[in-house]
Each structure stands twice: as C-alpha cells, then as structure tokens.
T-cell receptor, first 118, second 109 residues
Framework: GAVVSQHPSWVICKSGTSVKIECRSLDFQATTMFWYRQFPKQSLMLMATSNEGSKATYEQGVEKDKFLINHASLTLSTLTVTSAHPEDSSFYIC??????????????FGPGTRLTVL | TQLLEQSPQFLSIQEGENLTVYCNSSSVFSSLQWYRQEPGEGPVLLVT?????EVKKLKRLTFQFGDARKDSSLHITAAQPGDTGLYLCAGGGYNKLIFGAGTRLAVHP
C-alpha cells in the first residue's frame, strides 16, 4: 500500500519551454501532496504544499509563477515548470499524505523526475 | 525555524560492523520519520515514531525517539552491502516535514 507514482521519470527540454510533471497516489487518497527539489548529494528541499481544491502554499524563495501547482483531485497533483532554464535542472520529487492514516505527518514519496534543461 | 541536525554526514564501514546515525534538534516534533534513498529514486519510508521514548525494530535496524521528542537515532547491527544508501530523518510538525541533511552510508564487502 501507500504507492505514489510520478510521470515522467525523466525529461529533457529546451530552454524556454514548459514541462509538466504528474504525481499520483495509486492506492490511497491524498488531500495534501508536497513537491520537493533535490540537488546532487543533498537533502530534500520543500518547494510547496499542494492542497486538493485550493491554492498551493509555496516556501519562501520559490516563485509561484514559475512553478505552477494544480491539485485537482484526491489522487493527482501536477507541477509545471514554466519557461524552464538550465538552472531549473534538478531532481523533482513529490510526496503524498494518506488522509486516512492515523499519523498525519508521514509522507509517501514518488520515484522522482529528473529534469534536464538544455 | 525548526532544524534537524543529522550526523554523521558520511559513513564508510566494512560488512558486519554496527553503526548509529543521530538526528538532533532543539525543537519538539510531533513525530519522526526515517527514510532510505537510493540514487535516482525517491525516499522510501522505513519507520515512523510518534511517542517519546519509543523504540521500533525493523530486522537489523533499531529506531529510537527521544523522551522529549527532540532527537532520534537509527542503529544498524551487522551492516550489509545492501544497507548502502542515503538515510534521511524527518521531523513532523506544522503540516510538513523538516528533513535532516542526510547520512550517506557505504558498506563494503
């Protein structure tokens, strides 16, 4: 149980284009999903909290107009990197909280998406 | 601002040795999660501890949550090459997780 998928697993795009990454909870409903960014050999950095049916909450320093988040259903959140530039190249990971779980802190992570912007 | 200090940052040991990873904070957390991450993959949940003083065992891994819920430890007995990876602790609170910097473990045959 508690499986989270991400698509695509890797993507290469040209500078200036937009890229959409999908995050799905496969066997549970998630009212809250999270988007993280991870640089090589570093820990996870929270970008934003995605709440089903409402606006995302962005961490300080994260541009909400560049990283668009949509959480339209209890099993799907999307992250769109708009007008991507080489400095946006990174490993993006989503996570989800099981709304029925007794512990509201535990997050289950997707396998990540490697974005390379040329 | 809640911070979690994780140590050591790197650990390189021989198969069969024991090791302990620590996570410490001056803040109280509602829970503490431990994850293991392989290169190019997402973190995989190992355990969640929620009660001060709680001890959980997962085969050769023993997790402990401090009495005051400010610190936690992960002890691995008789490490094996398959234990190699990045271990992350994460404290729960304010509807999000605060991650430690991670411990990169390498177990050599």
């Amino acid at each position: 149980g508690a499986v989270v998928s991400q698509h695509p697993s890797w993507v290469i795009c040209k500078s200036g284009t937009s890229v959409k990454i999908e995050c799905r909870s496969l066997d549970f409903q998630a009212t809250t999903m999270f988007w993280y960014r991870q640089f090589p050999k570093q820990s996870l950095m929270l970008m934003a909290t995605s709440n089903e049916g409402s606006k995302a909450t962005y961490e300080q320093g994260v541009e909400k107009d560049k990283f668009l988040i949509n959480h339209a259903s209890l099993t799907l959140s999307t992250l769109t990197v708009t007008s991507a530039h080489p400095e946006d190249s990174s490993f993006y990971i989503c996570s989800a909280r099981d709304r029925t779980s007794g512990n509201t802190d535990t997050q289950y992570f997707g396998p990540g998406t490697r974005l390379t912007v040329l | 601002t809640q911070l979690l200090e994780q140590s050591p940052q790197f650990l390189s040991i021989q198969e069969g040795e024991n090791l302990t990873v620590y996570c410490n904070s001056s803040s109280v957390f509602s829970s503490l999660q431990w994850y293991r991450q392989e290169p190019g993959e997402g973190p995989v949940l190992l355990v969640t501890v929620v009660t001060g003083g709680e001890v959980k065992k997962l085969k050769r891994l023993t997790f402990q949550f401090g009495d005051a819920r400010k610190d936690s430890s992960l002890h691995i007995t008789a490490a094996q090459p398959g234990d190699t990876g990045l271990y992350l602790c994460a404290g729960g609170g304010y509807n999000k997780l605060i991650f430690g910097a991670g411990t990169r473990l390498a177990v050599h045959p």
